[in-house]
Nanobody, 123 residues
Framework: VQLVESGGGLVQAGGSLRLSCAAS????????IGWFRQAPGKEYEGISC????????NYADSVQGRFTISSDNAENTVYLQMNNLKPEDTAVYYC?????????????????WGQGTQVTVSS
């Protein structure tokens, strides 16, 4: 199982980024994918997830209305569109995979993780 994040970078407050999570080594539509982040000195935060079979999604309150998760099952890739970024969104962003039809933003429910991609939002 391999998960590779990309799309991070430096952006000004109010800007947008789209993160990608390319998956391989498992049957994509049998898994749910979650996005997590860890800001400097803070704990991991589950911010969004999507079920690749059911299509259901979930968002943390901190990103609701600004971030959108989507999945391209043909490309085995999950995207996280991040709009109206704020300095407090600065963190390393990780995607993770969970063998389930139902998504979760609890990190201990995920067994496979990518290496992370840095997102920095300047004020």
């Amino acid at each position: 199982v391999q998960l590779v994040e990309s799309g991070g970078g430096l952006v000004q407050a109010g800007g947008s980024l789209r993160l990608s999570c390319a998956a391989s080594g498992f049957t994509f539509d049998e898994y749910s994918i979650g996005w997590f982040r860890q800001a400097p000195g803070k704990e991991y935060e589950g911010i969004s997830c999507i079920s690749n079979s059911v299509g259901s999604t979930n968002y943390a309150d901190s990103v609701q209305g600004r971030f959108t998760i989507s999945s391209d099952n043909a490309e085995n890739t999950v995207y996280l569109q991040m709009n109206n970024l704020k300095p407090e969104d600065t963190a390393v962003y990780y995607c993770a995979a969970r063998f389930s039809d139902y998504c979760s933003t609890q990190m201990d429910e995920y067994g496979y993780w990518g290496q992370g991609t840095q997102v920095t939002v300047s004020s």
